[in-house]
DNA sequence: CTTATTGTTGTGTATATTGCGACAATCATT
DNA sequence: AATGATTGTCGCAATATACACAACAATAAG
């Protein structure tokens, strides 16, 4: 018998007084409860009870184990019952937060194949591209893609990364010509994600592995919003650096066609953030684990 | 595999974030790895680790189970290491208080016995017959003989039965006769353990299972040893209550007889005091175990 | 004294656990 | 790009284990 099987009927023997009673709660044979006992004592080298044919009774040594081992079997009931629960228990509201594109792309058919795998969780999706505070606002849950980042005071979890690329309209290019390397995008229109206070250069991994470096890029467009900047591209206004999942499906049909393939953007990651709790709630747990579960297939397929 | 090397095997995969790595660690294949975590993945419903092929990370459900994995795991592992060192740990100075009479004829042979098994256990036995405080004179173990007694300051145990009976030399019945019941003893002379100032009657049980009653005795002679007593009756000079242990040679060669045999005397116990300490010394609990093994054994003998 | 029950041990059988091999998928290296 | 090594997974056969049943000695109850 395992070890956990022995002491949870070396237990049962000390409290019920007795092996043929101890069977008997366990419904198994006296040989059993026995031989569990035995290969403890034996294990351990150390006699735990003292037998006398028909009175049991714990020795010290196998009182003060007895105390210590019910304290452990409780432990790991506790454990298996609390994630046990921890699946059927997952309910209530949870509300969410996503940037607007990745959440109608990606996470929208996350959320419905959530909702129909445990009909109790109510969910509150807040799509918005700015920068919110999930605290403050009440998240239980707040998706970024960004470059890794950390938090004090939340706790960060990355998930997928979030792969990007260089891409534009064939009639763009057509109209203006293949930038030879990354250095001529400052004599293209650019089409850049942010406020136009932000970057105007693009970093750029010269090649697989290569060295990172930033190439000043002159800016035709600013949109916090990358479907604005993938509209813009699709009308031949200029080159967009954009997560791959934005453009999956006008890259297939070739709508879109990469540029300067061999520079490769800064990879993002896709992070979950939560609030700092010493427990998470089992609903939160549940959806995270999902969400990465559901974002990792829906990658190696891609 | 048992639930418990189940989560065994769980947290090194954790640890080394792979079956592969987990396996050649614990020296089995992989097949059983992986096998025990998807057994502990189905017996609770959850999925605890996100696999790729190539990359195994927790997921968030596993790694809070992972947490308590991990104190759970501690928590056997050093309950049995306690267990097997309170053998080998046996050891130190070990002050020992008892009676006079049994330290001689029945403690010495389990001193001897104890010091043959654990050498490196130094003894300090002190006999004595007057009551003591087991805490101020820093005594490990007090043994008393009495009836059942309870104390809140000490721990006490009960380890075995002290039968006792009433007994005098032919010579003396010859000269006196048999008592014929025991309000007779009255009319005796009785040899009482004690001092003048206490008990001066017996309380015997009428018969087996019988109603207790006390009955009036003659004292001739008191003292608070028993082997005093038990001289006094080898000498004819009364009928003595002793306990079975200190007279078992005496009786068995016919120089002592028993006296009214249906009636039976209130049976003592011996209890082993020991102060009240949260975790018992391991040679404390070593040496009563061994104790109370080594009169039960020597009690089915005789 | 009898009877029923206890702890213990031996034995056969059924279940389960293990290791090996094969497979597809992935990363590292060329 | 392609190869090689390694990963997680799964099927299969050999083995090991755990279990119940039965028999025995010892004890408590009627």
Redesign the interface.
């Known amino acids: 018998m395992?070890?956990?099987?022995a002491m949870r009927t070396f237990t049962l023997v000390v409290d019920h007084g007795g092996f043929a009673a101890a069977a008997r709660e366990l419904g198994l044979s006296r040989s059993v409860v026995n031989r569990a006992v035995m290969g403890l004592e034996q294990?351990?080298?150390?006699?735990l009870l003292?037998r006398?044919t028909r009175k049991v009774a714990p020795?010290?040594?196998g009182l003060?184990?007895y105390d210590?081992?019910s304290?452990?079997i409780s432990?790991?009931d506790d454990?298996?019952r609390?994630?046990?629960e921890?699946?059927t228990s997952v309910s209530g509201r949870l509300r969410i937060n996503a940037p607007m594109s990745f959440g109608t792309l990606r996470l929208a058919a996350c959320v419905a194949a959530f909702m129909a795998d445990y009909p109790d969780v109510h969910i509150e999706l807040v799509l918005s591209d700015r920068a919110i505070d999930p605290i403050e606002e009440g998240f239980d849950i707040t998706l970024r893609i960004s470059e890794p980042l950390s938090s004090t005071s939340l706790v960060v979890?990355p998930l997928v990364p979030i792969p990007r690329l260089l891409c534009a309209a064939p009639a763009y290019l057509k109209r203006r010509g293949m930038p030879a390397n990354a250095a001529a995008l400052v004599d293209h229109d650019c089409l850049q994600y942010g406020y136009s206070g932000s970057q105007h250069y693009w970093r750029l991994h010269n090649g697989q592995g290569g060295t990172l470096r930033s190439f000043k890029i002159a800016c035709r467009l600013w949109s916090n919003n990358g479907e604005v900047l993938k509209a813009a591209a699709l009308a031949g206004q200029g080159i967009a650096l954009l997560p791959k999942f934005l453009i999956d499906d006008v890259l297939s049909d070739g709508t879109l066609v990469p540029v300067l393939p061999d520079y490769l953007p800064t990879q993002l990651t896709l992070s979950a953030l939560y609030p700092r709790h010493r427990?998470?709630s089992?609903t939160?747990?549940?959806f995270?684990?999902a969400l990465?579960?559901h974002l990792?297939m829906v990658a190696?397929k891609v």
């Not at 294990?43 to 006699?47: A, N, T, Y």
């Open positions: 395992d070890k956990l099987g294990s351990l080298g150390v006699q003292t006398s020795t010290e040594t003060a184990f210590r081992c304290q452990i432990a790991v454990t298996l609390s994630v046990r921890s699946v979890r427990h998470l089992a939160t747990r549940v995270v684990d990465s579960d990792s190696a």
